[in-house]
Every structure is written in C-alpha cells, then in structure tokens.
C-alpha cells in the first residue's frame, strides 16, 4: 500500500532543508491511517548538524504524549542531506531501529521515502493525499 503524503507536508520538507542548509534539517511526520499530515520541524541537537541529525527528545516525547492524548500519530522522520543524495546514508543505516517507520529524505531539491524494516530502509512508494 502506497504511503499517501500532503502537498503541505512536502513543501515543508523542502523550506525547512533549504533554510537549514549547510546543516541537516530533523523533524517529524505526523497523521494518521497511513497518510503524513504534518512535518514537524524539532532542533538538531547533534555535535556535527553539518553531516549528522538527532531530533530533540524533549520534541519527541511531547509528540508521543500528545499521540496518546488524541493528537497525530508520530508515522516516522525526516532529515536533509545538504551534501548528498536523497537515499540512506551509511550513518542512517548505522542509526536506524528497524522500527518499520517512514523515513523522509530532502536532498537536492527532491524527497524520497523509506520504510525503516528490520532489514534494510525500503524504499516507500508515495502518492498526494486527497485534498
């Protein structure tokens, strides 16, 4: 089944890679029933932002309590790669849980998405939400 994305959601990820460059952008994707509603923008706490990402626990646990509380589902991250391609790094291999969450990937001007399975990233395809 195709994960089904907002045209809001896309524009986002691409200003939020663009403002943040030459550092890597971090958020989360939020909604429901397989359809991404929301990037979340949170800070790269990371040491290295210029190559490396790490959401902000403090954001992540709020949109976990939120969820809980009634709010949109945390479906998954996204992240840039200022200097790279827009697939999987060596690093988001390394870093991934096999959660089976989407991953969203800004680069180069486009996005592209991947479920994060016990295996490997796979790649996730997409569709515009209705609406």
Avoid: K
């Amino acid at each position: 089944m195709d994960l089904e994305v907002t045209s809001g959601t896309i524009a986002t990820l691409l200003e939020e890679a663009t403002l943040a460059h030459p550092r890597e952008c971090c958020g989360l994707l939020l909604g429901e029933c397989g359809v991404v509603l929301e990037a979340r923008p949170c800070a790269n706490i990371h040491p290295q932002p210029e190559s490396h990402f790490e959401i902000d626990p403090q954001a992540l646990i709020a949109a976990h309590r939120a969820q809980r509380a009634g709010a949109l589902q945390v479906l998954g991250y996204y992240h840039s790669h200022p200097n790279g391609r827009a697939e999987p790094s060596a690093e988001d291999r390394a870093q991934a849980s096999g959660d089976g969450r989407v991953w969203a990937i800004v680069a180069g001007g486009e996005v592209s998405w991947w479920r994060d399975t016990p295996q490997c990233f796979e790649p996730l395809p997409t569709r515009l939400a209705a609406g």
